[in-house]
């Protein structure tokens, strides 16, 4: 009881982002310290009264420290880029453990769970070509037709891959591991990122899942493989061209606009997928980077009325709830959001399941 109370403490003020002398202060001087840094050791249990100061503290019930251990997450690794600090990306490491842990426990609630079947198995990639040629072959195993992917995040969880999305700031865009050494998982960033941009981070993540780079790819080269199999994803080459003829010696935004409603793919994406593809020169490019980064959100470009969102885990819940196999206060715990929250968001005013 010791070690599984340590752990959860330990992953529990971690996941607030705090120090253990925050904590103290938190539960104002309750306990030193030196008790905190015992109970997270596993000497010492803490008694009835401590452990209700300790949830208050940390926005969690006492019947967390009890909650057996059920998931391990592999392969945590976090953009190199995205200089999110030691504490951060242990705050958000243990944030995504919860999340999984709740989606896998609604999983088993409902005896339902996704698949998964890794459909680029040895399919080792080296050069941009390579991830071309990955994305190329992707498209036809998931039939996602010739004219877009109208949905990114559903055609994922659609094949067997846990999608979540979390509250995080501007620095995280996406995560991508296995839980339990076996369920594939892509945590994005749920509010800020423009729709074009969460479905880029998607696909990114996603081929950080599927492929297999050569021994001699660097990590940054990574992921400029990744950019590339996820640009070709959401608009090949072939395509590409065929919106924009074979070589251009000037783009409009009225035209990267309609391209970008068209296939759900920034203007950004758009101008350098068309650089790399050869269709316009490094001038024409630079002149177009000029006029989209007039604004980084690109609001200036396109009717950016597109929408791209995770609904499984959402319609798995609402499936429990209407079942009647889990109470609003349960709901509300897996969704990790307050009870009043899930009530108005599910819109149950009048008649509510058991609670």
């Known amino acids: 009881m010791k070690e599984l109370f340590a752990k959860r403490l330990l992953s529990a003020r971690k996941q607030a982002g705090l120090s253990q002398d925050q904590l103290v202060a938190r539960i104002n001087g309750f306990v030193k310290k030196t008790s905190i840094a015992k109970y997270e050791r596993g000497e010492m249990m803490a008694d009835t009264a401590v452990l ?26 976090f ?8 504490r951060k990306e242990e705050s958000l490491k243990h944030e995504i453990t919860s999340r999984i842990e709740n989606y896998l426990e ?32 992707l498209s036809r195993l998931w039939h996602t037709g010739f004219e877009g992917i ?17 509250d995080a700031d501007d620095k995280f865009d996406g995560y991508s591991g296995f839980a339990n050494d076996e369920i594939p998982v892509i945590v994005l960033r749920g509010k800020g990122p423009t729709t074009e941009r969460k479905r880029f981070s998607a696909l990114h993540e996603l081929a950080h899942l599927l492929l297999e ?110 079942e009647q196999l889990i109470s609003l206060t349960k709901a509300a715990d897996l969704a990790s959001l307050p009870l009043e929250e899930l009530v ?10 058991h609670s």
């Open 213 to 322: 780079f050569g021994a001699g790819v660097s990590d940054d080269d990574k992921e400029t493989l990744c950019n590339r199999f996820a640009a070709a994803m959401l608009l090949p080459r072939d395509l590409l061209i065929r919106e924009l003829g074979r070589y251009r010696t000037s783009i409009s935004p009225r035209e990267l606009g309609l391209l970008k409603d068209k296939y759900g793919i920034s203007a950004r994406a758009i101008a350098l997928n068309a650089l790399q593809h050869d269709i316009i020169s490094k001038f024409t490019y630079i002149n177009l980077m000029h006029i989209i980064s007039a604004d980084k959100m690109e609001l200036h470009i396109g009717t950016n009325c597109r929408a791209d969102k995770s609904t499984r885990f959402q319609l798995l819940l609402s499936r429990a709830m209407e």
């Open 106 to 137: 609604l999983e088993r609630l409902l005896n339902v769970s996704g698949t998964f079947t890794d459909p680029l198995r040895q399919t080792i990639v080296n050069t941009p070509e390579d991830a071309e040629a990955a994305a190329a072959l």
């Open 79 to 86: 953009r190199k880029k995205a200089d999110l600090g030691k």
């Open 150 to 166: 109208s949905n990114v995040i559903n055609l994922i969880e659609d094949n067997g891959i846990l999608v979540i999305e979390i």
């Open 52 to 77: 209700e100061a300790l949830a208050g503290a940390l926005n969690v019930k006492v019947e967390y420290f009890y909650k057996p251990l059920s998931v391990t997450v592999s392969g945590v690794r």
């Open 344 to 353: 108005k968001l599910y819109q149950y005013h009048d008649k509510p399941p």
